[in-house]
């Protein structure tokens, strides 16, 4: 009976990651920063707890299994897969988080071992938050340096936000002013509520 718990519980959380990776793929997540990766290290843990507690039965032997050739499978094609992942589960690809304010939160970071430093805006819906825009960071250092991408004098994947002040929200556009080594300027970001990259 004890293990029958142990299961139930692990197929919840297992649940809850999926619901979590379904979110990701049409642009929400749950609320906050951190809450993807507690379901990401929680599943992990419970994961290692199963496959160690009940590793006699033949079935969790074929479901460690099943885990294994998936890592492998992710690193075949240059690895891309498996640095999603690897992203999913850390803060490696996270350069900096600003809170805005109740509503609205910016991410500095990579979220891709092929991108280039990006900023992405969510707005938070209940339990839930969305990513409305993401651009690339360089894009925001040209407005706040008023220089081209060639031109600009800092390094964008080591230059961090001082802050970030949002000016207005509206369905269409998001202005935040942007504080880039003590230099000013307001950018007005284009939401896009169905995009897919």
Known sequence: MK????????????LILLSEIILNLNKYSYAGY???KIIGWLWLAMTVFI???????????????LLVGAIILSIL?????FFGIVNYFSTIGSYQRIQLDDHYRIDRNRPN???????TIYRR???VEKQISRI????VL??????SSIDLPVDDKKENIQRAKLIMANKDSIGIEYQITNKKQIFYHKVNENWFE
Request: proline content about 7%; hydrophobic content about 45%.
């Open 3 to 14: 293990n029958k718990n142990i299961v139930i519980a692990y197929l919840v959380v297992t």
């Open 34 to 36: 951190y809450s993807d």
């Open 51 to 65: 496959i160690i507690k009940l590793w006699k039965k033949k079935a969790v032997k074929v479901y460690f299994g």
């Open 77 to 81: 094609p240059m690895m891309i897969p």
């Open 113 to 119: 071992v092929l991108y280039n430093p990006q900023v």
């Open 125 to 127: 819906e209940g339990i």
């Open 136 to 139: 690339p960071y360089n894009e």
């Open 142 to 147: 040209e407005k706040v340096f008023q220089c």
